[in-house]
């Protein structure tokens, strides 16, 4: 069985700092394209981070220098580090993952999804 559980969110002041955390069962990271995508209110869901078996990272514009991706394969688990978080960045969460994908910031590439985290930024 697959499964992808994330967890972490709150509610934040804006500027403040979140780890969101995606526990994987079923297959190994180390081996999937693995990514972070948000899906606000009324807005389209959206890629922020996206990070390759090899460790070679895609950011959004919005989050470069603010969000960071990155896995623990011993652990089978996939991180989004959120800092100097704003407003507009509330959302609910998901990780997503596959084999392989062409464009790892698109959300129709992706096989595997979890049921989100919601993060709530108040200014």
């Known amino acids: 069985q697959v499964q992808l559980v994330e967890s972490g969110g709150d509610s934040v002041q804006a500027g403040g700092s979140r780890r969101l955390t995606c526990a994987v069962s079923?297959?190994?990271?180390?081996?999937?394209?693995m990514a972070w995508f948000r899906h606000a209110q009324g807005k389209e869901r959206e890629g922020d981070a996206a990070i390759h078996r090899d460790g070679t990272t895609s950011y959004a514009e919005s989050v470069k220098g603010r969000f960071t991706i990155a896995k623990d394969n011993a652990k089978n688990t996939l991180y989004l580090q959120m800092n100097s978080l704003k407003p507009e960045d509330t959302a609910m969460y998901y990780c997503?993952?596959?084999?392989?994908?062409?464009?790892?910031?698109?959300?129709?590439?992706?096989?595997?999804w979890g049921q989100g985290t919601q993060v709530t930024v108040s200014s």
């Open positions: 997503a993952a596959d084999v392989w994908v062409d464009d790892g910031m698109l959300a129709s590439e992706y096989m595997y």
């Open positions: 079923g297959f190994p990271v180390s081996r999937y394209w």
